[in-house]
């Protein structure tokens, strides 16, 4: 065994109507006025948040959107400016944190994040930015929020297919720690429990439309899955997943519901210990790839890329842009292998495995 593991200065407070001590992580932060961040569809929760916040509010700005446009990161930080905001509090998925992280790379203001999804950027010092139809991404410690408050109660309106590919989003982000070049055994087991509890969890979520303890539990397994995605360097389903959202436009996280099983498939006889923890954590003594693959199709999410929009001839676009630069895997990725991985993926096809 051997390791470098570097922790990162995460401050998490997670409860049910945790939301209400936002004024409390201000004062533990030293922060007096923040500009509240939202996208459009969840303004009404952002603006019922800054009423509460009263004089602590400098204003709302819910213009966010996936992908972070430059155009609006840029609006969004001269509204900071004008208002005189000292920090955000960034209320939504990874596309209004990602807001967030754009205002704090250009002006160093701390952020409150509030996560409402299970993408987990919150967890991570990774930044992103579209100009041109190009997205640029980097590490910045400035953009870790500086504190994150959970609270289960805001997934209750999170859409059930949502909430599905959402978890599957927050899984992937476990397996590809799970056989990172730069895992640890820490992140090995925050990984496991992460896949464990949203495993457990989902079944509950979707049955249980209030706000039960299924919805504690899967948020609890989407926070540790971030924490392993902030950690640690991905491999190959995140390659592909990049190109069909970046290059193709597919939606984020039903794109990574659908890649997953496949991405596992290939990968995990060539990542034995990975195998092993996502067996456990899935609850299988069988193929934990074809487990997962039945879990998400009994959970109703999209099992194929053909669904989400995809053409055929556009498989050939993605193996050229995943094997464009090298980067980590277990297994070596060959265009032959590659395109027999994607046609499965496109088709709705079960993982090839064995
Ligand atoms: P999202 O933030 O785009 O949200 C999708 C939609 O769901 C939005 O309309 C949003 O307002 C709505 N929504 C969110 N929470 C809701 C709730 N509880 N109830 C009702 N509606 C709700 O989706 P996402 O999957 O969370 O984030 C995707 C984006 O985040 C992508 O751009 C991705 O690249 C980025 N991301 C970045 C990182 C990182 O570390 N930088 C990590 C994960 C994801």
Redesign the pocket.
Known sequence: MGFVYQALPMRVRFAQGALAEIPAEMNHLGLKRVLVL?????RD?AERVAAGLGDLAAGVFAE?????PAEVARRAGDVAGRLGADGCVAI???????LG?AIALRLGLPIIAV???????E??????LTEGGE?R?GRDPKVLPASVVYDPD??????AG?SV??AA?AMA?AVEALYAPDSSPIISLMAEEGVRALTEAIPGVLADGGAGEPRSVALYGAWLC?AC??ATTMSLHHKICHGL?GTLDLP??PTHTVVLPHVLAYNQDHAPAARAAMSRALGTSGDPAIRLWDLLHDWGAPTSLRELGMRREDIATIVCRTLANPYANPRPVTAEDLTGLLTRAWSGDRPATG
């Open positions: 939202a996208t459009p569809e969840q929760l966010a959107r996936m992908h972070v939504g998925g990874g596309s209004t944190i990602g992280k996560p409402t999804t299970y993408a987990g950027s967890m991570t010092p990774i930044w992103g997205k991404t805001l997934t209750t309106t999170l859409p949502l590919t959402s989003n982000h971030g995605l902030g959202g984020h996280a």
